[in-house]
């Protein structure tokens, strides 16, 4: 009889390490009455998991696990797109912008901080504009992607299609907060480089003096700002996570951007009031200036790392409250 | 293959239980039933019951046509067995292993439509393939373009490769959908309303593909409201009506159930009704001049003298095969194209 038949007991006949070819020995051994049709069987009920071997199908390796291509195809999904250059793009012009404004405005503009230091040296421009893209370019554009994200599938109705694969949605999940975090870093770099690249052609360059008054070679002082995008990118990935979470609640994804920013903004204004300051180090954003102080010699790590901190704590949050809602969701869209 | 054990864990069969009848291709090793639901319900948050405890069982290698009019539960029972969405109660399972709990090793092996065919609209036809076929973890890499080729080659849109979605339309979506499901070799198909959108040539087609399918092996659970498709493609049905199966057999049964009627037309109806009853047919019915009854097993012939004897005068007089629409009326109270 074939081995469907066989109750549990008796199952190690089919189960055991075999099942990498398509005529692994089990099935074919114990599928006696099939020698006429060719197709092994394929030993499913009662269920050990290694005997899936499918009939008939060479090209179907049934031990392989192919579990790169998801988050691959899930970063194609996110750079496939012309909307996504738009943003990049957008991005890019920032340090631009800003390098043209602050040249024809003349030198000695009065301006404070990094913008202030620009003129002097065009390596500011790097760490200008990332400061100045994180309070709203930087968190717009991850809540534009991270609402599209699961709100969008379930738009097109692509949802389905991807869990009848089947993608898992646990897998489906983690691909779409990998591609997302991949994003809000790239997103950092295209600033660095931008930056760079507006610095060197419209200011003099060249060794840097950090905030605690020692200079450093250009080189030295590019890490740095290297250092600071990914800081910049790390401090982006709680948004992003409460972004993930609202797009698995909807499937309308303007109403995840919307709801995604309006949050932002709520934490924004909830960290300008001053009576509630007993809050203010739990804020999403509280920690988000601290990547200036990798421009110090030594650098203070102290609100680097809580910065740091924070944000693991609201993603993991938000991504356990995603994962809750995506893996009991009933997918009607 | 031989009816077996494989029967005795499971709940005895219900009573519209489906014995594989002789046209059924069964392929050799598979399981018996690629799909089984046992009480199967599901009641939205609203409170409305879409599905109400269903018990289907669809033999392997058939083409099993699940019929309905629209509403009446078909795509909502799809949805379940593919783990889309939970059950409020009862167990489904395909290919032998339950869902959705085993659905990562049993849906490599099922292609799926359903409820129409999304697609990333700024993608190419080819683009999307590729990305439903990545999403399986099961699925070679090495051979994933080549399979898609095959697969659009196989729905006729292979000139459409290169094309975005966007620019399809609703016929060629249908086939790229169904070309989703062709990625790969699949034990079961489970279509919903696999012709929709596709114009009379197209259809054609599809239900030539599907035939096809299940020449090689392939189970084929089929939704539609189309009689027409039913009649010419499928072994099985079910015929689904306010969330239950209302009846579930072989094709061949469904028909021969589907007894002819004896029709007369005459000037003197209330005569004819006299003899008609007279001579034991059933169910006789008079409705201005026509007078219609089963005849069972009586011979024609002999019916038409009995008249003549009885000297009623005949305009008409023939048998009238109930299509089956009617059976489908008669079962479900409506039409197949009825919306609810």
């Avoid at chain 1, 052609?201 to 008054?213: C, I, R």
Wanted: proline letters at 6%; one cysteine or more.
């Amino acid at each position: 009889m074939s081995p469907s038949e066989i109750p549990e007991a008796t199952a190690p006949t089919v189960t055991g390490p075999s099942a990498s070819g398509p005529s692994a020995s089990g099935p074919a051994a114990s599928s006696g009455p099939s020698a006429s049709g060719g197709p092994a069987s394929s030993g499913v009920v009662g269920g050990a998991s290694a005997a899936t071997v499918t009939r008939a199908a060479p090209v179907r390796p049934s031990a392989g696990r192919h579990t790169v291509a998801l988050f691959a195809s899930e970063l194609h999904l996110v750079f496939g797109r012309a909307r996504t250059w738009v943003t990049l793009a957008v991005l890019a012009g920032v340090p631009v912008l800003v390098g043209v404004a602050i040249r024809l405005s003349g030198s000695e503009g009065g301006a404070e901080g990094f913008i202030g230091q620009i003129a002097g040296n065009g390596f500011f421009l790097i760490v200008a504009s990332l400061g100045l893209s994180l309070p709203f370019f930087l968190p717009t554009a991850v809540t534009v992607v991270a609402g599209e994200s699961l709100a969008g599938e379930a738009s097109l109705g692509t949802l389905r299609n991807m869990l009848t694969a089947p993608a898992g949605r646990s897998r489906l999940l983690a691909a779409k907060m990998v591609a997302l975090a991949v994003f809000c870093l790239s997103a950092t770099m295209v600033i660095w480089v931008s930056g760079l690249i507006a610095g060197v052609a419209l200011f003099p360059v060249g060794d840097v003096v950090l905030l605690s008054g020692t200079t450093v070679s250009l080189a030295d002082g590019l890490l740095r700002a290297f250092g600071i995008a990914i800081l910049v990118a790390l401090s982006l990935l709680g948004l992003a996570g409460i972004g993930l979470f609202v797009s698995s609640l909807t499937s309308t994804p303007l109403a995840a951007m919307a709801a995604t920013f309006g949050a932002f903004i709520v934490l924004g204004i909830l960290g300008a009031i001053p009576q509630i300051d007993v809050i203010h180090p739990w804020l999403l954003m509280y920690g988000w200036t601290s990547f200036a102080d990798l421009l110090r010699d030594p650098p203070y790590w102290d609100a680097i790392v809580r910065n740091l901190w924070i944000q693991a704590a609201y993603l993991a949050v938000f991504y356990a409250a995603a994962w809750a809602r995506l893996t009991s969701r009933d997918i009607n869209g | 293959m031989t009816p077996g054990t494989a029967g005795a864990d499971r709940p005895a069969p219900g009573a519209g239980s489906t014995d594989g009848s002789s046209s059924v291709n069964l392929a050799a090793g598979a399981v018996e039933l690629p799909v089984i639901t046992r009480g199967l319900t599901k009641r939205f948050r609203s409170g409305q019951v879409a599905v109400d405890e269903i018990d289907l069982e669809v033999p392997a290698g058939s083409i099993f046509g699940f019929l309905g009019p629209n509403g009446s539960g078909k795509t909502t029972t799809i949805r379940m067995l593919l783990g889309l969405i939970t059950p409020t109660s009862g167990s489904v399972q395909l290919l032998g292993e339950p869902m959705p709990k085993a659905q990562l090793s049993v849906l490599p092996r099922v292609g799926a439509l359903v409820e129409g065919p999304a697609f990333y609209p700024f993608w190419t036809g080819q683009a999307n393939l590729l990305r439903f076929d990545a999403a399986d973890r099961t699925a070679d890499p090495r051979t994933r373009k080549l399979r898609a080729g095959e697969a659009l080659e196989r729905v006729g849109l292979s000139n459409a490769a290169g094309k975005k979605v966007r620019a399809y339309s609703l016929g060629m979506r249908q086939r790229l959908a169904i070309a989703v499901a062709l990625m790969q070799r699949r034990d079961l198909l489970v279509l919903d309303e696999p012709t929709n959108g596709l114009d009379p040539q197209g259809t054609r087609e599809v239900r030539s593909l599907i035939r096809e399918l299940s020449g090689d092996g392939t189970t084929i659970f089929t939704s539609t409201h189309l009689r027409a498709e039913v009649e010419q493609l499928c072994t099985h049905a079910a015929v689904m009506s306010r969330g239950r199966i209302v009846r579930q057999s072989t094709m061949a049964d469904l028909r021969s159930e589907l007894r002819p009627r004896l029709v007369v037309r005459t000037p003197d109806p209330q005569q004819a009704e006299k003899t008609l009853t007279g001579l034991g047919l059933t169910g006789v019915r008079r409705e201005g001049d026509m007078v219609e009854g089963d005849p069972g097993e009586l011979p024609i012939d002999k019916l038409a003298a009995a008249l003549v004897a009885a000297d009623v005068r005949i305009h008409a007089f023939g048998l009238q095969h109930p299509s089956l629409e009617d059976a489908f009326v008669a079962l479900t109270g409506e039409g197949f194209d009825v919306a609810e």
